[in-house]
């Protein structure tokens, strides 16, 4: 499964973004998949993630109300980020769950200026 990650960019405090996380895969709509983020010197960190069919999202309690996933098509995974704050400034990846199998897209980044 591949997965190519784009929307990154520079904002300023307060701004939005939209990340998108696109796959050739048919079958990707059949896969939980999420976002992590990740500083330079600090681990990878869970943003969010959506399950199949996007029945359920789920949000690391610090980005609740912020930022918002979902699936626009049966190939694609979106990430709304408003109200963005320096701290957000991170790469972010998007990650896909098939069996045991992980993949990770190549990270897009995100730049918040204060």
């Known amino acids: 499964v591949q997965l190519q990650a784009s929307g990154g960019g520079f904002v300023q405090a307060g701004g939005s973004l939209k990340l998108s996380c696109a796959s050739s895969e048919r079958t990707f709509s059949s896969y939980p998949v999420g976002w992590f983020r990740q500083v330079p010197g600090k681990e990878r960190e869970f943003v969010g993630a959506i399950t199949w069919r996007g029945m359920n999202t789920y949000y690391a309690d610090s980005l609740m109300g912020r930022f918002t996933i979902s699936r626009d098509s049966k190939s694609s995974l979106t990430l709304q980020m408003n109200s963005l704050k320096p701290e957000d400034t991170a790469v972010y990846y998007c990650?896909?769950?098939?069996?045991?199998?992980?993949?990770w897209g190549q990270g897009t980044l995100v730049t918040v200026s204060s």
């Open positions: 990650k896909a769950v098939a069996g045991t199998n992980i993949y």
